[in-house]
């Protein structure tokens, strides 16, 4: 795809004056209406871009990039200011982007040796001159890497949760695989992960962490092993057992990986891999849970400046954040931080572009489609991540990009206007404990399920009553009868329980529900206390006091506030060791609220 400001000059490029140091070379372009003329930069460049100071530029920004100098039109010949930039990427990415068409001057010497105090060689023919500066069409670049030849062409996908997946997804990185396959493109998708993000395993309740002695932070680097979880059956051999490297991680932030990626790369070209394409699909983390807005593409540019240090010749596609369904009034400011961040994004990254590292968009919100204001999309499970559709989608948005901007394949890719959802089953083979916590249920894990809805209820003298829906959801195939929400179980009494698996929103993502299972309750755990109170302490803090219990198995309380002027807000759960008086202060709460 050719830019609108497409530079013919690599085809009639000639030496201006190439014995005269203060005229340069002139060349031949087209404008965007198609007019002919002539058009003269002046200036000196050299490798990495900074000015050379003593010169009329010495006011001019050493971090600048070369399309955000200040270059006046050529009025003055060689008397112009002079500037140095990197001949290779921003000059050239300043005049593509610059909206004054009128003539410059520039004189293009050849540092490639390194840097030199004093004047080497210009540019003296043709052939040289055109292999320095013929870069203005993206697609040319593209081409050295699987385009046009043999050559394998090494792709690392850049994400969070959406371009992760959930274990059992088929993923929009394996849709995008087999476009590839498809179009003869030799792409090797690469990266330190290869799997999916895997259902926990299944395990007992833990108690919170002391707060006299807090956990240590999260590492930069999460656990890998969290990320093996298995595709879809429907997947491909040759794209599960070795072709399936990533960088993706459910919950990852741009802000987090704008400090690795460089590192990541470098670990990859060590191993032979160093990423030629990046496809990056990152923000949402920001903007949904930290705040974040159009201010987040200035963090989307370091970005690509730490990806560039690794690789400076990296191609580049970003994909916009996509809008979710709404949250209400969890998060009512998430549409609007959404639309302007894309917004900027749209306005930013297009100047980011060198010849030796373009970077162009792809539009996945618009893939995507999800309204806002509505409590329901077509292409997601949840009113975010994708489901088999929005996997289609989302593939069809950066592969249109790779296809457009870089030449990639003979046809971009095209989403089928409807695809069948994944299928969901009951869970079998439940078991009921009646020791430890009273009530705990274990039943065989579901490869894809999400989470799985649990109802329980007591059975008292025969006389069932109405089932109650457990809250929160089974985050994995076992659940434990919490005291905290529901003041049961009690010691002697049966209980029953059944569940099913919820792989997303919709009622056709959940399955039926398994037949029940029931027995009688005997917990061993410590009772809790028999009195609990709290009392306003001073701005956004409370004291809480409570009974002690009488029991030596006690090893910790757990403490559960809830602000119940925020909706749908979790509980903060504060862990103390046992004391003979306890008497507690919490504070980070929200003044005002109860």
């Given at each position: 795809?050719?830019?609108?400001?497409?530079?013919?000059?690599?085809?009639?490029?000639?030496?201006?004056?190439?014995?005269?140091?203060?005229?340069?070379?002139?060349?031949?372009h087209?404008?965007?209406?198609?007019?002919?003329?002539?058009?003269?930069?002046?200036?000196?460049?050299?490798?990495?871009?900074?000015p050379?100071?003593?010169?009329?530029?010495?006011?001019?920004?050493?971090?600048?990039?070369?399309?955000q100098?200040?270059?006046?039109?050529?009025?003055?010949?060689?008397?112009?200011?002079s500037?140095?930039?990197?001949?290779?990427?921003?000059?050239?990415?300043?005049?593509?982007?610059?909206?004054?068409?009128?003539?410059?001057?520039?004189?293009?010497?050849?540092?490639?040796?390194?840097?030199?105090?004093?004047?080497p060689?210009?540019?003296?023919?043709?052939?040289?001159?055109?292999?320095?500066?013929r870069?203005?069409?993206?697609?040319?670049?593209?081409?050295?890497?699987?385009?046009?030849?043999?050559?394998?062409?090494?792709v690392?996908?850049?994400?969070?949760?959406?371009?992760?997946?959930?274990?059992?997804?088929?993923t929009?990185?394996?849709?995008l695989?087999?476009?590839?396959?498809?179009?003869?493109w030799?792409?090797?998708?690469?990266?330190?992960l290869?799997?999916?993000?895997?259902?926990?395993?299944?395990?007992?309740?833990?108690?919170?962490?002391?707060?006299?002695?807090?956990?240590?932070?999260?590492?930069?680097?999460?656990d890998?092993?969290?990320?093996t979880g298995?595709?879809?059956?429907?997947?491909?051999?040759?794209?599960?057992?070795?072709?399936?490297?990533h960088?993706?991680?459910?919950?990852?932030a741009?802000?987090?990986?704008?400090?690795?990626?460089?590192?990541?790369?470098?670990?990859?070209?060590?191993?032979?891999?160093?990423?030629?394409?990046l496809l990056?699909?990152?923000?949402?983390?920001?903007?949904?849970?930290?705040?974040?807005?159009?201010?987040?593409?200035?963090?989307?540019?370091?970005f690509?400046?730490?990806?560039?240090?690794?690789?400076?010749?990296v191609?580049?596609?970003?994909?916009d954040?996509?809008?979710?369904?709404?949250?209400?009034?969890?998060?009512?400011?998430?549409?609007?931080?959404?639309?302007?961040?894309?917004?900027?994004?749209?306005?930013a990254?297009?100047?980011?572009?060198?010849?030796?590292?373009?970077?162009?968009?792809a539009?996945?919100?618009k893939?995507?489609?999800?309204?806002?204001?509505?409590?329901?999309?077509?292409?997601?499970?949840?009113?975010?991540h994708?489901?088999p559709?929005?996997?289609?989608r989302?593939?069809?948005?950066?592969?249109?990009?790779l296809?457009?901007?870089?030449?990639?394949?003979?046809?971009?890719?095209?989403?089928?206007?409807?695809v069948?959802?994944?299928?969901?089953?009951a869970?079998?083979?439940?078991?009921?404990?009646?020791?430890?916590?009273?009530?705990?249920?274990?039943?065989?894990?579901?490869v894809?399920?999400?989470?799985?809805?649990?109802?329980?209820?007591?059975?008292?003298?025969?006389?069932?009553?109405?089932?109650?829906?457990?809250?929160?959801?089974?985050?994995f195939?076992?659940?434990?009868?919490?005291?905290?929400?529901?003041?049961?179980?009690?010691?002697?009494?049966?209980?029953?329980?059944?569940v099913?698996?919820?792989?997303?929103?919709?009622?056709?993502?959940?399955?039926?529900?398994?037949?029940?299972v029931?027995?009688?309750a005997?917990?061993t755990?410590?009772?809790?206390?028999?009195?609990?109170?709290?009392?306003a302490?001073?701005?956004?803090?409370?004291?809480v006091?409570?009974?002690?219990?009488?029991?030596?198995s006690l090893?910790r309380?757990?403490?559960?506030?809830?602000?119940?002027?925020?909706?749908?807000?979790?509980?903060?759960?504060?862990?103390?060791?046992?004391?003979?008086s306890?008497l507690?202060?919490?504070?980070?709460?929200t003044?005002?609220?109860?």
């Amino acid at each position: 795809m050719q830019s609108p400001w497409h530079n013919t000059a690599a085809l009639a490029c000639v030496p201006y004056d190439e014995q005269d140091l203060d005229e340069g070379f002139k060349w031949r372009h087209y404008d965007q209406q198609g007019q002919d003329s002539w058009s003269y930069l002046y200036g000196w460049a050299y490798i990495g871009g900074e000015p050379w100071f003593g010169k009329r530029d010495s006011k001019v920004d050493p971090n600048a990039y070369g399309y955000q100098y200040s270059i006046e039109p050529d009025d003055s010949g060689p008397a112009n200011p002079s500037y140095h930039v990197n001949h290779s990427d921003r000059l050239i990415a300043w005049f593509l982007h610059h909206d004054d068409r009128r003539p410059y001057l520039i004189q293009v010497y050849n540092y490639q040796g390194g840097y030199s105090p004093g004047r080497p060689e210009p540019y003296n023919d043709v052939c040289n001159f055109e292999t320095g500066l013929r870069t203005t069409d993206v697609s040319t670049s593209a081409a050295q890497c699987g385009a046009t030849d043999d050559k394998t062409c090494n792709v690392m996908v850049v994400g969070d949760s959406i371009s992760n997946g959930y274990e059992g997804d088929a993923t929009w990185r394996y849709r995008l695989w087999e476009w590839a396959q498809d179009q003869n493109w030799q792409a090797r998708f690469v990266g330190p992960l290869t799997g999916t993000e895997k259902q926990n395993a299944a395990h007992p309740p833990e108690p919170p962490p002391l707060v006299e002695n807090p956990p240590a932070p999260p590492p930069a680097q999460p656990d890998p092993s969290q990320f093996t979880g298995a595709y879809a059956q429907s997947d491909a051999p040759g794209f599960v057992q070795g072709d399936s490297g990533h960088y993706a991680m459910w919950g990852r932030a741009l802000g987090q990986d704008v400090g690795t990626i460089e590192l990541v790369m470098a670990a990859q070209g060590a191993q032979g891999h160093l990423p030629d394409v990046l496809l990056v699909e990152l923000g949402f983390n920001d903007i949904g849970w930290q705040g974040a807005g159009a201010g987040l593409v200035d963090t989307m540019k370091k970005f690509v400046d730490n990806a560039r240090n690794a690789n400076p010749h990296v191609k580049i596609v970003l994909a916009d954040v996509p809008q979710r369904t709404t949250l209400g009034d969890a998060n009512p400011q998430l549409p609007q931080r959404t639309r302007d961040y894309d917004a900027a994004l749209a306005q930013a990254a297009p100047g980011w572009s060198t010849p030796d590292s373009p970077v162009v968009i792809a539009d996945i919100d618009k893939a995507m489609g999800c309204d806002p204001s509505s409590k329901t999309c077509a292409t997601a499970y949840d009113g975010l991540h994708p489901n088999p559709l929005g996997e289609y989608r989302i593939a069809a948005a950066f592969g249109t990009a790779l296809h457009d901007a870089f030449g990639i394949g003979t046809a971009a890719p095209e989403a089928p206007a409807s695809v069948p959802d994944r299928q969901v089953t009951a869970p079998t083979n439940l078991v009921f404990d009646g020791s430890q916590q009273g009530v705990t249920v274990t039943w065989d894990k579901i490869v894809g399920a999400h989470s799985y809805d649990v109802q329980w209820r007591e059975v008292v003298d025969g006389a069932e009553k109405p089932w109650e829906d457990a809250v929160p959801a089974a985050q994995f195939n076992r659940w434990d009868l919490p005291w905290q929400f529901s003041f049961q179980p009690v010691d002697g009494h049966r209980y029953e329980v059944r569940v099913r698996e919820v792989a997303g929103d919709a009622d056709d993502l959940k399955s039926a529900w398994s037949q029940p299972v029931s027995g009688i309750a005997h917990p061993t755990t410590p009772k809790p206390p028999d009195e609990v109170t709290a009392q306003a302490a001073g701005p956004g803090e409370i004291d809480v006091s409570w009974t002690p219990v009488p029991d030596d198995s006690l090893t910790r309380y757990a403490v559960y506030v809830y602000d119940t002027d925020t909706p749908l807000v979790f509980a903060k759960v504060y862990g103390y060791a046992p004391t003979v008086s306890p008497l507690r202060r919490i504070t980070g709460l929200t003044p005002g609220h109860h």
